[in-house]
């Protein structure tokens, strides 16, 4: 499945995030063709919301904003409601304050 208009809501990109979004692609483009949005291992916290590079499966829901093709399983959009992913600048190797980088929200937060 392909949003090209991006008027499903379920997945939203904020604008500072387009433009590392797509430096991401072109750093890696030997390893995939879109951003995949994914579970991750965890931290203390368990796990989380994390993106890789990958190419689309068969199943997988394809999101088209600008340059960049997002993609996704279904059944975690489902699971999650409303994934939003933004990018926040911060200090690069911040030890206090805000660290710099993608920043992924979900409606309903990953548990185990």
Not at 77 to 98: H, N, P, R, V
């Amino acid at each position: 499945m392909t949003d090209t208009d991006h008027k499903d809501q379920r997945l939203v990109v904020g604008d500072a995030a387009r433009p590392h979004l797509t430096d991401m692609v072109r750093a890696q483009r030997e390893r995939g063709s879109a951003v995949r949005v994914a579970v991750m291992g965890g931290t203390a916290g368990g796990p989380g919301i994390g993106l890789i590079v990958d190419d689309p499966g068969e199943q997988d829901l394809v999101f088209t904003i600008g340059e960049i093709d997002l993609v996704i399983d279904p059944s975690l959009l489902s699971y999650c409601g409303k994934i939003t992913i933004d990018f926040q600048e911060g200090a690069a190797q911040a030890c206090q304050g805000a660290p710099r980088g993608f920043v992924i929200t979900a409606d309903v937060p990953l548990t185990i």
